[in-house]
């Protein structure tokens, strides 16, 4: 049963930096694409970014050139860079994963893990 971990939550000041990672445990993340969705009180669950097998990346405007998703296969480890931290970030942070290409929609993919909260004060 792969299980997927979030770390690396915490309070960021607005301007401010902060780096997630996303672990698996069981079977790698080999061929899987993996996404970094975010969830606001009283909000949908909603897309960050997602990374493919490939390398390539994809972003929600809302995050371009804000964040960077990236991948270590060697490590089974996605990696999400947060700069420029708004505090409309504020959410709680979840990595999920999927076989096959990327998605936007969170029920396209089939693990998740337990999330990790990334508030932001102003």
């Known amino acids: 049963q792969v299980q997927l971990v979030e770390s690396g939550g915490g309070l960021v000041q607005a301007g401010g930096s902060l780096r997630l990672s996303c672990g698996a445990s069981?079977?790698?993340?080999?061929?899987?694409?993996v996404g970094w969705f975010r969830q606001a009180p009283g909000n949908e669950r909603e897309f960050v970014a997602a990374?493919?097998?490939?390398?390539?990346?994809y972003y929600a405007d809302s995050v371009k050139g804000r964040f960077t998703i990236s991948r270590d296969n060697a490590k089974n480890t996605v990696t999400l860079q947060l700069n420029s931290r708004k505090p409309e970030d504020t959410a709680v942070y979840y990595c999920?994963?999927?076989?096959?290409?990327?998605?936007?929609?969170?029920?396209?993919?089939?693990?998740w893990g337990q999330g990790t909260q990334v508030p932001v004060s102003s």
């Open positions: 999920a994963r999927r076989f096959g290409g990327p998605s936007v929609v969170p029920g396209a993919y089939t693990t």
């Open positions: 069981g079977r790698p993340f080999s061929f899987y694409s």
């Open positions: 990374i493919p097998w490939s390398g390539n990346t």
